[in-house]
């Protein structure tokens, strides 16, 4: 039985994860696009609906000249910790505007800043730095 253009596509990505030591890799959306004969809309199909959280995996793309697709492979409870972690990093930042240690403006470029931090730091390494984060907001908030 032919496996369709979706299958193959998410057939090499998942064999690129596999031989990376840190399970990540970085791909141009249109040179696997070629690689494949199809248009790349095709390609982020398959990304967007292969790999998902629910499957697994972070994926996250920059569109543009240099742009790329990085897609991360990490592990059931890693991905329910870090769902935990970025809570309890919410909800600190929502208690902070609360006592009005920090206003609207400032929870909004918090949240963005250890948005894009998080986004671009390893799987294996967040743990570290979500509890660095955590004391860090915890000393602001008391001191």
Same mark, same amino acid.
Do not use: W
């Given at each position: 039985?032919?496996?369709?253009?979706?299958?193959?596509?998410?057939?090499?990505?998942?064999?690129?994860?596999?031989?990376?030591?840190?399970?990540? =890799?970085?791909?141009?959306?249109a040179e696997?696009?070629?690689?494949?004969?199809?248009?790349?809309?095709?390609?982020?199909?398959? =990304?967007?609906?292969?790999?998902?959280?629910?499957? %697994?995996?972070?994926?996250?793309?920059?569109?543009?000249?240099? %742009?790329?697709?990085?897609?991360?492979?990490?592990?059931?409870?890693?991905?329910?910790?870090?769902?935990?972690?970025?809570?309890?990093?919410?909800?600190?930042?929502?208690?902070?505007?609360?006592?009005?240690?920090?206003?609207?403006?400032?929870?909004?470029?918090l949240?963005?800043?250890?948005?894009?931090?998080?986004?671009?730091?390893?799987?294996?390494?967040?743990?570290?730095?979500?509890?660095?984060?955590?004391?860090?907001?915890l000393?602001?908030?008391?001191?």
């Amino acid at each position: 039985m032919k496996k369709s253009l979706a299958d193959r596509i998410e057939e090499y990505l998942k064999v690129l994860i596999a031989r990376n030591e840190d399970k990540q =890799i970085e791909i141009q959306r249109a040179e696997l696009a070629e690689t494949f004969n199809c248009v790349p809309s095709q390609v982020t199909y398959v =990304i967007a609906t292969r790999f998902t959280q629910k499957h %697994g995996y972070f994926s996250e793309s920059r569109r543009g000249g240099s %742009g790329f697709v990085r897609i991360s492979r990490f592990e059931e409870g890693y991905y329910l910790n870090a769902i935990r972690e970025e809570k309890e990093l919410s909800d600190l930042l929502d208690k902070l505007l609360e006592n009005r240690l920090i206003n609207a403006r400032e929870k909004e470029l918090l949240d963005f800043i250890l948005n894009h931090i998080l986004k671009n730091i390893p799987a294996e390494e967040k743990g570290k730095i979500f509890d660095s984060l955590k004391k860090a907001l915890l000393e602001f908030e008391n001191r």
